[in-house]
């Protein structure tokens, strides 16, 4: 009966063990399983980062080559605006040289043009000018005429 007993105990100690034994074995399998999939799933979830920055990376170059040309363009622009403007100017000024001149031969304004025959040509402008183009009077030692 002890020894029956003993038996019973040590057989059901190996069961024990046994169960033990697989359960442990199984808890490392399944850990080992858990680690693998949570490998492949950092994996995949790199594979997608990489994925996203290439395609970032890949929008960023886009966006950069638009905005240098953009800015190739405004500069373009810019240039042609200012050629425009400064021929704008140039014939502004030519138009202006040529209202100066015609103003100064038909006379109005005189000042600073020569003399015109408008207002502001002074007082003592106004005597005849024949007497200007005479000969030499006796005070300038000539002969009266």
């Not at 990376?57 to 170059?61: D, F, I, S, T, V």
């Not at 190739?72 to 622009?77: C, M, S, T």
């Given at each position: 009966t002890l020894m029956s007993?003993?038996?019973?105990?040590?057989?059901?100690?190996?069961a024990a063990e046994k169960a033990a034994e697989t359960a442990a074995v199984r808890m490392v399998e399944k850990a080992k399983a858990k680690e693998?999939?949570?490998?492949?799933?950092?994996?995949?979830?790199l594979e997608k980062a990489k994925a996203k920055d290439e395609k970032n990376?890949?929008?960023?170059?886009a966006m950069a080559a638009k905005a240098e040309k953009a800015m190739?363009?405004?500069?373009?622009?810019a240039e042609q605006a200012a050629a425009a403007e400064k021929a704008a100017m140039e014939k502004v000024a030519v138009a202006q040289a040529e209202a100066a001149e015609a103003k100064a031969c038909e006379g109005g304004s005189a000042r600073g043009r020569g003399r015109g025959r408008g207002i502001?040509?002074?007082?003592?402008?106004?005597?005849?000018?024949?007497e200007e183009i005479t000969t030499p009077g006796e005070d300038e030692g000539g002969v009266s005429p």
């Open positions: 007993q003993s038996r019973k105990v040590s057989t059901s100690q190996a693998a999939l949570a490998e492949r799933k950092m994996a995949e979830k990376a890949e929008r960023a170059a190739v363009k405004a500069l373009e622009r502001g040509r002074g007082r003592g402008r106004k005597r005849d000018r024949s």
